[in-house]
């Protein structure tokens, strides 16, 4: 098992890291998921608002 040095020996470079690529992918699913659960949210809310304005009355079916 090697270990993650700051030594001179090279096996820091060999620690694996996330390239750039993949964070830049993940930030662009993670901000797809808060899109669609922000529209999710809001016809959501907009369909609890009517349910509960026609069940005041305050709209006519």
Do not use: N, Q
């Not at 096996?11 to 993670?30: F, K, N």
């Not at 809001?42 to 006519?60: D, E, N, Q, W």
């Amino acid at each position: 098992m090697t270990e993650v040095t700051d030594g001179d020996d090279g096996s820091a470079e060999e620690a694996r890291r996330p390239s750039i690529a993949a964070v830049a992918r993940d930030r662009r699913v993670w901000l797809i998921l808060s899109v669609v659960a922000g529209l999710l949210v809001c016809c959501c809310s907009a369909i609890i608002g009517s349910l509960v304005a026609l069940s005041t009355g305050l709209l006519r079916a």
